[in-house]
């Protein structure tokens, strides 16, 4: 039995492809993209925290720990759900879910149906997924992570690996499959006001 698990908001990235910055802070239809993040993923998990990187103070106003990477040179969101891990193994928790901080229309049910697919796989991970022309297509930076494996993910990132999936593969890990469109995450000027245009037309 898995007790709820702590949540992780994944905000450590460069944002390069938006020019730099933090895209968690840019505002969405009057609210910035952290807000809709914590709002949606907050139900779902038993406490949350944020991993960032650079000025925390930042993130004040929001009241959740600030969590940096532990490893240099941001080495990707492996990283920060090392840092999430780390920060739930001094509270006693077993597991942490991750989402992205640039996602904003990730599902209302993710940490239900990761926990559902891990148990009816029996295997430690469990990976949001899409279908995609009939291939399943993981979302690395949606899943469900054990606290027990937090020193064998810190000496693969010491040892230079980034990949996600070549960490999840080597344990074992389920998919937990989703609509195509509930992962669309915002990189660029123009899928801001992509999203911008779906809530308008009513995305939850």
């Known amino acids: 039995m ?3 698990p702590a949540g992780i908001v994944l905000a450590g990235g460069l944002a ?6 933090d895209k968690a802070l840019l505002v969405l239809s ?7 993040v914590i709002d949606r993923l907050g139900p779902q998990v038993g406490r949350m925290a944020l991993n960032a990187n650079g000025d925390l103070q930042r993130f004040a106003e929001y009241g959740l720990p600030v969590l940096r990477d532990t490893v240099p040179d941001y080495p990707g969101p492996l990283a920060g759900v090392l840092a999430g891990l780390d920060w739930a193994a001094g509270r006693g928790l077993s597991h942490v879910v991750t989402a992205a901080a640039d996602t ?3 599902p209302n049910d993710l940490v239900e149906r990761l926990l559902h697919a891990a148990r009816r796989a029996d295997l430690p991970i469990a990976l949001a997924a899409t279908r995609l022309d009939g291939r399943i297509v993981r979302q690395p930076t949606f899943g ?4 027990s494996l937090r020193r064998d993910l810190r000496e693969a990132l010491e040892g230079g690996l980034r990949k996600v999936v070549s960490w999840t593969d080597r344990h074992g890990a389920a998919s937990a499959i989703f609509p195509e469109e509930a992962f669309f995450n915002i990189n660029t000027p ?8 779906m809530l308008r037309l009513g995305a939850q």
């Open 144 to 147: 469900l992570w054990p606290v």
């Open 190 to 197: 123009e899928d801001l006001l992509r999203a911008q245009t």
């Open 104 to 106: 904003p229309f990730f």
């Open 2 to 4: 898995i007790h709820p």
């Open 30 to 36: 009057g609210r910035t993209m952290l807000d809709r």
């Open 16 to 21: 390069r492809r938006m020019g730099g910055g």
